[in-house]
């Protein structure tokens, strides 16, 4: 089975802090995800990645940035967290570049205060 | 970014109900997926449709690609308890981008 693990479930931050979402995939994927979820809003895409090193924004990368340095970690950093990112985030991966079907992790909810 | 809207927003249903739900976009896709999310959990893939008028069946639940390539709808068929969940639409223009709805909220009572 693909397993996507994201390092905390519950997180609450001060405004100001970095943040750091840490999300590890196990199948050999190359393509991971970004996504935050809000009521009424769906699923939002912030960032995704291709390859190793290699990052392309979603719809909404304002207020984040992400790192991929090796195949199976995706990071999203919030350089300095604002009450506006309190969310649910979600990773996914996917296969190939082609591949429709995406694997979630079980999501993070950041409460930022 | 895409904006596709889901309804209805939420459901109150009794068990053994059937339910209906759609997904429309401005915009045209080459695939549409449906995914269901448990509570605290991540979303899982349900049913996946690759061309116009496709009909997909997934046990009890089943799928249409839309003739206009703009619309997807999500049968559900003699509800129980562990239907609960939020339903969303996925659409994909070109490339590996998906767009996801805002979800259908599903309460089944027992």
């Known amino acids: 089975d693909v397993k996507v693990t994201q390092s905390s479930r519950y997180l609450v931050k001060r405004t100001g802090e970095k943040v750091f979402l840490e999300c590890v995939q196990d199948?050999?994927?190359?393509?991971m995800f970004w996504y935050r979820q809000d009521p009424g809003l769906g699923l939002r895409l912030i960032y995704f990645?291709?390859?190793?090193?290699?990052?392309e924004k979603g719809d909404i990368p304002e207020g984040y940035s992400v790192s991929r340095e090796k195949k199976e970690r995706f990071s999203l950093i919030l350089e300095s967290a604002s009450t506006n990112q309190t969310s649910m985030y979600l990773c996914?991966?996917?296969?190939?570049?082609?591949?429709?079907?995406?694997?979630f992790g079980p999501g993070t909810r950041l409460t930022v205060t | 970014g895409q904006q596709l809207n889901q309804s209805p927003q939420s459901m109150f249903i009794q068990e053994g109900e059937d339910v209906s739900m759609n997904c429309t976009s401005s915009?045209?896709?080459?695939?549409w997926l449906w995914y269901k999310q448990d509570p605290g959990e991540g979303p899982v893939l349900l049913i996946a449709?690759?061309?116009?008028?496709e009909l997909t069946s997934n046990g009890r639940l089943t799928a249409q690609f839309g003739i206009t390539r703009k619309d997807s709808f999500l049968n559900i068929s003699a509800s129980i308890p562990s239907d609960v969940g939020i339903y969303f639409c996925a659409g994909q223009l070109d490339g590996n981008q998906f767009y996801f709805g805002t979800g259908t909220s599903l309460t089944v009572i027992p």
């Open positions: 990645s291709y390859d190793v090193k290699m990052k």
């Open positions: 915009s045209i896709f080459n695939t």
């Open positions: 996914a991966s996917s296969f190939k570049r082609e591949s429709y079907e995406q694997y």
């Open positions: 449709l690759y061309k116009a008028g």
């Open positions: 199948m050999d994927h190359e393509n």
